[in-house]
Nanobody, 128 residues
Framework: EVQLVESGGGLVQAGGSLRLSCAAS????????IGWFRQAPGKEREGVSC????????YYVDSVKGRFTISRDNAKNTVYLQMNSLKPEDTAVYYC?????????????????????WGQGTQVTVSS
C-alpha cells in the first residue's frame, strides 16, 4: 500500500520555524520527485517546493524562496521542508506528493494531475 505521511505541522508565531516531514512507503521512493503543496481556506491548492528524485535539484515558489528549504533522505524514504521566518499567509494545510521523474524534468511538477500519490496533509497555522 502506498503511503505518504506528513508530520510536523502546528501553531507557531510569525517569525517562527517549523520542519515538516513526509515519510513514504509502498513505492520505490528514489524513483520519484517529491513536492510540497499547500491549501489555505477558500483558496486553490498551490505548489510550494519540489525536489528531484536524487535530491540534486530543487524548486521553490517565489513566495517562499529564502525562507523554506526542501531536502530528502533516500535512505529513510523521507522528505523534509524546513520553514523559517513564517508569515501568517503561510497558514494552510501542507501536503506532500510523489511526482514522476518525467513530470519533474519536464517542469510540470505542479500541474494538476502531475502527482502520482498524495499524503493526507498537516495543518500549519502562523499567528500574527
Amino acid at each position: 500500500e502506498v503511503q505518504l505521511v506528513e508530520s510536523g505541522g502546528g501553531l507557531v508565531q510569525a517569525g517562527g520555524s517549523l520542519r515538516l516531514s513526509c515519510a513514504a512507503s509502498g513505492f520505490t521512493f528514489d524513483d520519484y520527485a517529491i513536492g510540497w503543496f499547500r491549501q489555505a481556506p477558500g483558496k486553490e491548492r498551490e505548489g510550494v517546493s519540489c525536489i528531484s528524485n536524487s535530491g540534486g535539484t530543487t524548486y521553490y515558489v517565489d513566495s517562499v524562496k529564502g525562507r523554506f528549504t526542501i531536502s530528502r533522505d533516500n535512505a529513510k524514504n523521507t522528505v523534509y521542508l524546513q520553514m523559517n521566518s513564517l508569515k501568517p499567509e503561510d497558514t494552510a494545510v501542507y501536503y506532500c506528493a510523489a511526482i514522476s521523474k518525467s513530470a519533474y524534468y519536464s517542469g510540470s511538477y505542479f500541474y494538476p494531475g502531475a502527482p502520482s500519490y498524495w499524503g493526507q496533509g498537516t495543518q500549519v497555522t502562523v499567528s500574527s
